[in-house]
């Protein structure tokens, strides 16, 4: 019996998000011929999204080129990118986030050619997406939205790029969120320093990347800064960020100290389960680095003693534990997709705040920025949490900041809390829409292990899938790029695959026309 040939290119994809993952997932879907037409949705430009719509050419990636392909199976295809246009760059450098955004945007044109030459119809929609409604199996409706207009697409599947939600604002500040010197998130940069006023005193709320980025360029137009966090600490120092083929890590090890402690547990870390995660450390990076792990970190105390320190430890090349990370990274994932129900595991918040500082860790060069501003007295960084916040709309001093040192006075408040995770959440009208407040946890659907929507009320399984931070419920770490190309390109043959076994199984399958 002939094996019954499946025609992908009656498959209508629409791709919800047109920053890094959604381009990844397209260059993905034109590669492999997924889908005879492909809808990208999203209000901005395709290519660079929120996270590298930056024009300022000191806001530089905390990862190095070798890490930040958008194109699966070819790690270094950002480098020839630069190197084809005559930019300095090694795949250890650490590059302007501008030029992945003008990366992202010259792929997707690239691949939208070979879309072209293939046969297959590119549609970008300028909307919001509104919501999703199951008509039938393989027969979606999303409703899309701009301004006063509406907007309806009926496609065969769907992948969720959608980046990160809405940024944070402590509650404290929440009742100045309209303040005039108030900025709720320092992205775009441009908007950011348009609202300090000259040679202000400035509070940035938050002490890791975006706090970092805020922090140099104030500094740098000559603000004086102060910023805080409940633990008063920034991330370490790298010189790298970049692939190694000669770290391993046992996954069964991971998984049972994983599987120690799960996030429905309270309290202090207990010393039995710190003494095993330093151990599980300490014994990992003895068996894949040469130098000994405890002089690999610096153990001052003072943030501005431990950061000259960890200067000068990367400067001398001795942080060998900055070539395990993207391997840690890819182990733990594996790890959170092992099974076939969620993962219920992870690590304590005592410990995993720890290690986050090294897995976010500041590019050597904006460290080397961070010292110096803090020598000079521009910079320094308190240890504490908001108690009293008061302003008021008459020139400089408009902020009284308490935060267990007494009150004091600045002339502007940044707030670099980081982003809510978004959760995919089912309204009243039986219709998926994104919590892009992170406020509906308890009713957000749950993610199968090979990226689909994975929920009691679907009847069957659906070509619903996901890429990028939408899948945090079921990685580690979802959201780095040498995470989101092969998971990307992952997801499309899934899609494939689930298309391939409907159509050959005969299930009902109701293909829309195409878009005009």
């Known amino acids: 019996m002939a094996m019954k040939v499946i025609d992908h290119m009656n498959a209508n994809l629409a791709i919800v998000g047109g920053?890094?993952?959604?381009?990844?997932?397209?260059?993905?879907?034109?590669?492999?011929?997924?889908a005879g037409t492909i809808h990208i949705i999203d209000p901005r430009p395709v290519g660079p999204g929120i996270a590298f719509s930056n024009t300022d050419?000191?806001?530089?990636?905390?990862?190095?080129?070798?890490?930040?392909?958008?194109?699966?199976?070819?790690?270094?295809?950002?480098?020839?990118?630069?190197?084809?246009?005559?930019?300095a760059a090694t795949p250890s450098s650490f590059v302007p986030r501008s030029l992945v955004g003008d990366y992202l945007t010259d792929r997707f044109q690239r691949y939208r050619e070979v879309a072209r030459r293939n046969g297959i119809d590119v549609f970008c929609w300028a909307y919001q997406f509104h919501s999703l409604r199951i008509d039938d199996h393989h027969r979606y409706e999303l409703r899309l939205s701009r301004l006063t207009r509406?907007?309806?697409?009926?496609?065969?599947?769907?992948?969720?790029?959608?980046?990160?939600?809405?940024?944070?604002?402590?509650?404290?500040?929440m009742p100045h969120r309209d303040h005039p010197t108030f900025v709720g998130c320092p992205y775009p940069e441009t908007e950011m320093l348009a609202k300090v006023p000259a040679k202000s005193r400035v509070l940035v709320i938050g002490s890791k990347l975006s706090a970092i980025d805020?922090?140099?360029?104030?500094?740098?137009?000559?603000?004086?800064v102060t910023m805080v966090s409940p633990s008063g600490e920034i991330p370490g120092v790298r010189a790298r960020f970049i692939r190694s083929e000669n770290i391993s890590f046992d996954l069964d090890r991971m998984e049972s100290l994983l599987t120690r402690w799960n996030d429905q547990a309270a309290g202090p870390c207990p010393t039995s389960l710190k003494y095993a995660y330093l151990k599980y450390a300490a014994q990992t990076l003895s068996e894949n680095t040469r130098k000994p792990w405890r002089t690999q970190f610096s153990h001052a105390i003072p943030y501005d003693e431990r950061?000259?320190?960890?200067?000068?430890?990367?400067?001398?090349?001795?942080?060998s534990w900055q070539d395990m990370v993207v391997g840690f990274l890819h182990a733990a994932n594996s790890v959170y997709l092992k099974n076939k129900e969620r993962f219920i595991g992870g690590l304590?918040?005592?410990?995993?705040?720890?290690?986050?500082?090294y897995v976010t860790a500041i590019a050597l060069a904006n460290a080397e920025k961070l010292m110096r501003h803090i020598d000079n007295g521009a910079l320094t960084i308190k240890r504490g949490e908001l108690r009293h916040v008061a302003t008021s709309d008459a020139g400089y001093d408009q902020?009284?900041?308490?935060?267990?040192?007494?009150?004091?006075?600045f002339d502007a408040v940044v707030a670099t809390t980081g982003y809510h995770f978004p959760y995919y959440v089912f309204n009243d009208a039986g219709e998926l829409e994104i919590d892009v407040e992170g406020s509906r946890p308890e009713q957000a659907i749950d993610i199968s292990r090979d990226m689909a929507a994975h929920d009691p009320g679907l009847a069957d399984r659906e070509s619903i899938w996901f890429v990028g931070p939408p899948a945090h419920m079921r990685l580690f770490v979802p959201n780095a790029l040498i995470i989101v190309a092969p998971l990307a390109d992952q997801v499309i043959v899934n899609m494939m695959d689930f298309f391939d076994y409907d159509r050959a199984s005969d299930q009902r399958f109701s293909i829309p026309l195409k878009a005009s």
């Open 19 to 34: 920053g890094a993952a959604g381009v990844a997932t397209f260059i993905a879907a034109v590669k492999r011929r997924a």
């Open 150 to 173: 509406r907007q309806s697409l009926i496609v065969t599947d769907v992948v969720f790029c959608t980046g990160h939600g809405a940024a944070r604002v402590p509650e404290i500040l």
């Open 57 to 87: 050419p000191d806001v530089i990636c905390n990862t190095s080129v070798d890490t930040m392909s958008v194109v699966s199976g070819h790690p270094l295809d950002f480098l020839d990118y630069l190197q084809s246009r005559g930019y």
């Open 399 to 409: 902020w009284l900041v308490d935060w267990g040192e007494g009150l004091q006075r």
């Open 348 to 357: 304590h918040p005592g410990f995993r705040d720890i290690l986050h500082r």
């Open 307 to 319: 950061l000259r320190e960890e200067i000068a430890i990367a400067e001398q090349g001795d942080c």
């Open 214 to 224: 805020a922090a140099i360029l104030l500094c740098r137009e000559g603000h004086s």
